[in-house]
């Protein structure tokens, strides 16, 4: 029945003379126009204006720019700080999508047993989501205080005094202690997203496999955890994209510091661009994360649908 | 022809309508835009009542202030600029990194013959001018001396019994200072002592420990070897500026900082002292309006200098001017802009800027009888006519800045010896040096 109308139209289309291509056109313009005129001069020409300027060595303000081509690239392989920036930003990302999707994970499982002021609840884990990322770096700061931080505190009381270090000076301990505090701000959004998911399963294939014998770990695993699919890939490539381009939080608490030590592409990308007048090499910087991160979302949808 | 008579009086009324709502508006304004960085609550408050009166002497004259920090205009002003759409006035960073790049790229206006015109080149302070000399012309006017000090809490020291180890310079009686740097040691050795954190010092934006770096550098080189090697063929990994590393080194080793200094803020650092919790404070002389805002009794605090390494360096601190006042080259206003520069650059203004703003204006020949200056202030002025020598990071290279001040980071954490950091201060200099991005004053 449908091919028979496609047909019909099609020859409809012929016999007014246009044929289909323009028509099609037409709609691709009137569905992708309003998109387009957003897209394009604030998407794709910045993003095409970025990669001519890393072609350039320049200031930011000088008249003359010298075209360097892919040296700004060449540089950046070469610059062990642009591989501290990458290795940290890889952590991010792992960390992102373990710690916060396992526990938005557990949270969701929990909240879903729960019959009244599920929504409650919900909303209080959501709640770290909400808040402007350099209002957490600051109280996370405040947290890892040496001086008059809690969690020093809390250590020392509890016999860990030996644990108890200047969390945000130290070079091994810094990105992780600020990952820790970007992962309290996501877990919620996972746990929400988690819990979304979980509406949707069949309970009668849970309670099937209950009276099969299957305990409740088993059932997480075998129907829980693949139901959730979609939202895991929706979570992960929210971590991947989140993970390359996190800026705020590493900013406030430690400016990339100590040493460079916890030091990010965006806030290296930053530094180079605006505070040592690199803006080419800092273009170059942006070109290449824009490509990691869109070389890692596209694997990660090509793999979800090939599953 | 009543047509015509209509379209007629259509146009006449459209025309007066126009010249009555835009035409009074065009004439009767212009708009001076203003972008700096005075965002304490003292300086805040002065320059409010500056444009407030310059607006008031100026009828028609609108000063629009954007007040910025200085991480947000240094990342907005060079493409602010650039593109046309920046201030007609603004207040920057003076370096070469800085200020300096906006002036090759011609968004600078020169302002040599104002100097001559106005009399700044009279009536204002030599060197501070010299900061912002790039190639004999002048691009800036400088409103702020500000040098390295070390802020004492008196209390503390007295409760040491360390009181009597401050003395009065022999050259300048009104400013404190010490016999030699063991009698500091001993000052901060009595503080470890008592529990008492000897200096308050807090790295984790690294610019303070380049501060100490800096003060330290004039204690064990002095000023001359600093001139040779910015202007000469001295070297950054001179056996003087290993000297100045290894001092910051051996304090920390010997346990003056607190606890973990590379993770305590600038801010979380000044409030240990401001709290009592530490017996001295090395920072600058920018601190004494938070010091007077912020402790309870801003009488026990006093500050003294340091004494050179060696006799034959005279008492001295590292200065500079942090930003400076510039006009941009493309702005329709310049006259204007000189105009309030004149304004709040007179000495009736620097008297203002002492009194009211605690910041000590270039501005020769003040007379502070009878501006009842707190007795502290009045020592900050007396240590401006020093010959003081240079806080590095604001006539230095950006590369320069990040391998010094990533060095006062990693000497902390022991993953860099002091001639490393050296050696990285003068690989980044050498570069920055065959690429003419350095300060060249004249």
Known sequence: ?307 | MGISLFKTGLLASALLSVALTTGPSLAATTVLNVWDQFFSEEPNKLMNEFVAEFQKAHPGVEIKRNVLDTDSIRATLPAALTAGQGPDLFYYDAGPAFLGPLVEAGLVADLTQEYAARGWDKSLVDWPVERVTYGNKIWGVPNEIEYTNVYVDLAVLDQLGMKDKLVADKDHPELLTLKSLDDFKAILEASKAKGIVPIAFGNRDPGRGGHLFSYFLTLTAGKDLVDKILFGDGRWDDPKVIDAWKLYKDYSTAGYYPPSPNAISYDEGNALFFNGAAATNITGTWLVGDIMGQVADPSKIDFFLLPSVSADLPLSAAAGIGSTFAVAEKSPNKQLALDFLDFIMSKDAGKRWLKEANIVPPIKDIDIKGLDLPPMMQRVVEGATLPLSYNLDVVMPAEWNDAMKTGTQSLLDGSSTPEDVAARMEQAWEKAKAEGRIWKAH
């Open chain 1, 1 to 307: 029945m449908t091919e028979r109308l496609d047909q019909q139209s099609a020859s409809a289309a012929r016999r007014r003379g246009g044929g289909r291509p323009l028509g099609t056109a037409i709609r691709y313009l009137i569905f992708l126009g309003p998109a387009a005129l957003l897209y394009v001069p604030f998407v794709l020409k910045p993003l095409i204006e970025t990669f001519g300027l890393s072609l350039f060595a320049w200031n930011g303000v000088s008249a003359e720019r010298t075209f360097v081509g892919l040296a700004n690239y060449a540089r950046a392989l070469g610059d062990p700080i642009f591989w501290i920036s990458l290795r940290n930003n890889l952590y991010w990302v792992v960390t992102s999508i373990v710690l916060p999707m396992a526990t938005g994970l557990v949270i969701a499982v929990l909240l879903s047993a729960v019959r009244r002021g599920q929504r409650i609840y919900a909303g209080i884990f959501f709640t770290p989501v909400v808040l402007n990322l350099i209002i957490v770096g600051l109280v996370w700061g405040i947290i890892y205080n040496p001086l008059i931080g809690p969690l020093n505190r809390l250590l020392r009381a509890v016999g860990l005094g030996s644990l108890a270090i200047g969390w945000l000076g130290d070079r091994y301990a810094a990105t992780p202690a600020i990952m820790v505090a970007g992962a309290w701000t996501f877990f919620g959004f996972c746990a929400v997203i988690f819990l979304q998911g979980l509406r949707t399963l069949d309970r009668e294939q849970i309670e099937a496999a209950t009276i099969d014998g299957a305990g409740p770990f088993r059932r997480f695993r075998k129907i829980i955890v693949p139901a959730l699919s979609d939202q895991v890939t929706l979570l992960i490539v929210m971590s991947i994209i989140g993970s390359f381009k996190v800026f705020d939080i590493v900013y406030v608490m430690t400016k990339g510091g100590p040493d460079h030590a916890s030091e990010v592409i965006a806030t290296y990308m930053y530094w180079q661009s605006f505070m040592n007048g690199s803006l080419g090499y800092g273009a170059a910087l942006a070109v290449m994360l824009t490509a990691v991160v869109a070389g890692a979302s596209l694997a990660m949808m090509a793999l979800r649908e090939r599953d």
